[in-house]
């Protein structure tokens, strides 16, 4: 059974930053391919970028694109996501999840683990 722990969520105003990270335990972390979802208030959760086992295959989604930055160290079994020039729209609870596949994609169904989730605030 694979945990994950999501941190480093807060408050931050528009044009600021955030990392958040993920440390993931219970199984081999370079056989995990993980991706990152958040959900706002009143909607469904939404695919926010994913990271295959090596690194070579990541996808972030358009509204994310050029502004938020994944990373993985398999040394310390965590992944990050490295968050600039966020905006209100940003404002979710972000959640980690992982997959044993190769590389989970976009859709929330590919992943077998989730983490809790930790919450980013926006302001304006």
């Known amino acids: 059974q694979v945990q994950l722990a999501e941190s480093g969520g807060g408050l931050v105003q528009a044009g600021g930053s955030l990392r958040l990270s993920c440390a993931a335990s219970?199984?081999?972390?370079?056989?995990?391919?993980m991706g990152w979802f958040r959900q706002a208030p009143g909607k469904e959760r939404e695919f926010v970028v994913a990271?295959?086992?090596?690194?070579?295959?990541?996808e972030y989604a358009d509204s994310v694109k050029g502004r938020f930055t994944i990373s993985r160290d398999n040394a310390k079994n965590t992944v990050y996501l490295r968050m600039n020039s966020l905006k209100p729209e940003d404002t979710a609870v972000y959640y980690c999840?992982?997959?044993?596949?190769?590389?989970?994609?976009?859709?929330?169904?590919?992943?077998?683990?989730w983490g809790q989730g930790t919450q980013v605030t926006v302001s304006s």
């Open positions: 999840a992982a997959s044993p596949r190769y590389y989970g994609g976009r859709y929330p169904g590919e992943y077998d683990y």
């Open positions: 219970g199984r081999t972390f370079s056989t995990l391919s």
């Open positions: 990271i295959s086992w090596s690194d070579i295959d990541i």
